[in-house]
């Protein structure tokens, strides 16, 4: 049974940093992708950043340059580093795993409990 589990989430001021971690049971790269999501309240859940398992990146316009997605294997974690925090970031963050079929159809997907993030001063 696939297991994740999310820490790292708290009460930062504007412009502090925060790092979320999302520990993976079986191991990190048994998935094609892990990620996170973020669902602020009133809102519908969105994409924040992806890892595949080629290590190549990707995340949303509005995080650009702020967040950085990473893993661990040795840990069978990913991290979520984030800078310059703004109160438009406050939201529950989860994490997400994926497996993909041969044809490139979505599979499974997996989803954490979430952690919150506030950001105020």
């Known amino acids: 049974q696939v297991q994740l589990v999310e820490s790292g989430g708290g009460l930062v001021q504007p412009g502090g940093s925060l790092r979320l971690s999302c520990a993976a049971s079986?191991?990190?790269?048994?998935?094609?992708?892990m990620g996170w999501h973020r669902q602020a309240p009133g809102k519908e859940r969105e994409l924040v950043a992806t890892i595949i398992r080629s290590g190549i990146t990707n995340s949303a316009d509005s995080v650009k340059g702020r967040f950085t997605i990473s893993r661990d294997s040795a840990r069978n974690t990913v991290y979520l580093q984030m800078n310059s925090l703004e109160p438009e970031d406050t939201a529950v963050y989860y994490c997400?795993?994926?497996?993909?079929?041969?044809?490139?159809?979505?599979?499974?997907?997996?989803w954490g409990q979430g952690t919150q993030v506030t950001v105020s001063s």
């Open positions: 997400n795993a994926r497996r993909y079929n041969p044809s490139g159809t979505l599979a499974a997907t997996y």
């Open positions: 079986g191991g990190i790269f048994s998935f094609d992708s």
